[in-house]
Nanobody
């Protein structure tokens, strides 16, 4: 059973907005940092945004999405969100959420213990 399930992907036009959601299973995820990564065809998986576990502070963003994307979490719903505004064709990728126990939402994928199966985001020009 995959503990993290992403949703909300789709096909949009450049400049549009989209919100991704990642729902976690019934365990408590408040002790986990949650993050979004993405992987475009032919490219390596890259960090997008991360948010610290509930006892920590801070959000981190890749330079390429700063000012356009916002990560947030709702611990009552065991869900992390990625609000994406001003989408560009280069944002096209499969987006994955990931969880890191007692983490601070850093960009190194090796820190993350759990991964979802991804949701496709396609931005047309």
């Amino acid at each position: 059973q995959v503990p993290l399930v992403e949703s909300g992907g789709g096909l949009v036009q450049a400049g549009d907005s989209l919100t991704l959601s990642c729902a976690a299973d019934g365990r408590s995820w408040s002790d986990y940092a949650l993050a979004w990564f993405r992987q475009a065809p032919g490219k390596e998986r890259e960090f997008v945004a991360g948010i610290a576990w509930s006892g920590g502070v801070g959000r981190n963003y890749a330079d390429s999405v700063k000012g356009r994307f916002t990560i947030s979490r709702d611990n009552d719903k065991n869900t992390v969100y990625l609000q994406m505004n001003g989408l560009k064709p280069e944002d096209t990728a499969v987006y994955y959420c990931a969880a890191d126990f007692k983490g601070t939402g850093l960009q190194w994928s090796g820190l993350y213990d759990y991964w979802g199966q991804g949701t496709q985001v396609t931005v047309s020009s």
